[in-house]
């Protein structure tokens, strides 16, 4: 049994992205059962150690597809 995400692959099957970054290739014919989980796929307490404010950029730049320049703070100015 394996424990991931499952991606479709069309024909071809799903692949399944395990916890430990591998993936396995499963034919259609090999899988007798797919059930979701209640357990979510981010470690528990991940989000701890950021602030309230870091927690919003994350989110913001997850939003965008990972666009540059989304949550990003303007760049300091020196005074000379």
Known sequence: ??????????QQGVTILLETGEKVDLA?????????????????GLLNPLTLEQV???????NSGGAAGVAQQPAATVKK
């Not at 259609?28 to 528990?44: F, G, K, L, R, V």
């Not at 919003?56 to 997850?62: P, Q, R, T």
Request: proline content about 9%; overall charge negative; charged content about 20%.
């Open 1 to 10: 049994a394996y424990v991931g995400m499952v991606t479709p692959r069309g």
């Open 28 to 44: 259609h014919e090999e899988i007798d059962d797919i059930q979701p989980s209640n357990m979510s796929a981010m470690p528990t």
């Open 56 to 62: 919003a950029d994350l989110f913001a730049y997850l």
